[in-house]
């Protein structure tokens, strides 16, 4: 029945595509799937979006796409879900993101071959996770989506991939509002980071910059995590206390954005920065470290941000007055991560792994 299913595709037929993911939390990953999953072509796909988690943990807007919650908190505890949810609906494509629930889409690309199987890793890995097994599953799925140049080499060289399966799509923009502000940006006095507060994400070492920075300044961050006892104490011992606004999630992130002079990232490595993207669609330039990841293919050098090779560069950065045009910083962006074109590129890819499907039979 299953091979049945796989042939009798035609172009006359809305492909039947489901996005998995593990919950709806914010997240950079949650954030892309809630929004891809509800703007893919209504004539051409027949979308619907499944997730891990419970309902009341969903932070993205999803009224446009039928959401399907399994109600688990682990991915684990998800699989005989999972199984019957693919043995009963049989959708053409499936597309996963985040670690676990990679693993899993390439062992039930190995139960279910008439369904194609996408998996999206989020982070730049430093090492082979899972061993020989997860390399077979992960051998096992049609294409993998990579956000970045880097996280395409990476996950090559971990898993062993070859090349004709990756596919490098960046995140859309999916904040484009109009900037309601003065264009330009003549002062660099008032800083903010968003972002999940971990080790990997280099607060700390934002914060040690900072400490010696002998101009007068203010800096937001929002964002919450593990390491927000330690920064915290960390800013205590620097007396950088007065100069630190913190904020633990706002649903208006924007309005922060297009308050302040720059973006500080100070990141280790990256998958893709949803916050350095957001920030520049809001005209605010982004000065980041020169890490692994997809940083790099968001901020162009003295065009919309800074990209520094050491500690050393990014204070002069910050100590520095700069002149900047919100809107130049904003169109450097727009002209490469517009929702169209990420959008459109989603589409392709869906449409060429499921029509080599069709050919191969």
């Not at 051409?44 to 796409?65: A, C, P, R």
């Not at 395409?152 to 309601?180: Q, V």
């Not at 005209?283 to 692994?292: E, H, I, R, S």
């Amino acid at each position: 029945m299953q091979e049945s299913h796989r042939t009798n595709f035609t172009e006359n037929k809305r492909i039947k595509v489901v996005f998995m993911i593990p919950s709806l939390v914010a997240g950079g990953a949650e954030k892309v799937f809630a929004y891809v999953s509800q703007n893919l072509s209504s004539d051409k796909f027949s979308t619907t979006l499944l997730v891990m988690g419970k309902s009341e943990q969903t932070t993205y807007s999803v009224d446009n796409v039928p959401v399907i919650y399994l109600g688990k908190s682990r991915v684990l505890h998800a699989i005989p879900s999972l199984f019957h949810f693919l043995s009963r609906n049989k959708p053409d494509i499936v597309l996963s993101s985040v670690g676990h629930l990679n693993m899993v889409s390439g062992f039930f690309a190995l139960l279910f071959p008439s369904i194609r199987f996408v998996i999206r890793p989020t982070n730049i890995e430093s090492k082979e996770v899972g061993g020989w097994l997860v390399k077979k599953c992960f051998s096992q799925v049609d294409a993998v989506i990579c956000q970045s140049q880097d996280m395409a080499d990476n996950f090559k060289k971990l898993y062993n991939t070859s090349t004709d399966k990756i596919c490098i799509i960046g995140n859309p923009i999916t904040n484009p509002d109009e900037i309601n502000v003065v264009d330009s940006i003549e002062k660099n006095h008032n800083f903010i980071t968003v972002g999940r507060l971990s080790k990997i994400k280099g607060h700390a070492r934002i914060l040690r910059i900072l400490a010696r920075l002998n101009k007068k300044f203010h800096y937001t961050i929002i964002g919450d995590g593990p390491e927000r006892d330690n920064l915290r104490a960390q800013a205590n011992e620097l007396n950088l206390d007065s100069k630190i606004t913190y904020i633990s999630y706002t649903d208006e992130v924007n309005k922060y954005l297009v308050q302040n002079d720059l973006f500080l990232q100070g990141s280790f490595s990256e998958g893709f920065p949803n916050a350095v993207l957001e920030s520049c669609t809001m005209g605010t330039p982004a000065l980041a470290f020169d890490v692994p990841g997809g940083t790099k293919e968001i901020i162009e050098h003295d065009k919309n941000g800074y990209l520094v090779k050491n500690e050393t560069e990014y204070l002069r950065i910050l100590a520095a007055d700069h002149n900047w045009k919100r809107s130049d910083v904003r169109n450097s962006v727009l002209s490469n991560f517009s929702s169209e074109i990420v959008i459109d590129k989603y589409e392709k890819l869906i449409l060429s792994v499921v029509s080599s499907t069709t050919n191969e039979n």
